[in-house]
């Protein structure tokens, strides 16, 4: 999760608090900071997801993606991947 906001901060040019600031202010008040995060996030990465970005990615079948996670070295692989 840090990792995605690090990104998207990289991305907008400014900082990891910033963006939590503006999800934190427009989040309701039944959620939690931590969920609306993790919303932000998938919504935020989703926007920009294209089907050629999905097609350079290697995606489009279930038994890819497990072969893509078993030959990946980083336990954190199927959380990165989802997150970009």
Not at 57 to 63: D, I, L, R, S, T
Request: with cysteine; hydrophobic share 45%.
């Amino acid at each position: 999760m840090w990792i995605a906001l690090k990104e998207i901060a990289d991305r907008e040019k400014c900082t990891i608090h910033d963006v939590c600031n503006v999800i934190a202010n427009k989040k309701s008040e039944n959620i939690t900071l931590t969920a609306a995060i993790r919303i932000f996030l998938m919504l935020y990465f989703k926007s920009a997801a294209t089907e050629d970005g999905h097609k350079r990615a290697g995606h489009g079948g279930f038994q890819a993606m497990i072969a893509r996670v078993a030959n990946s070295e980083s336990p954190s692989y199927a959380t990165d991947t989802v997150m970009r």
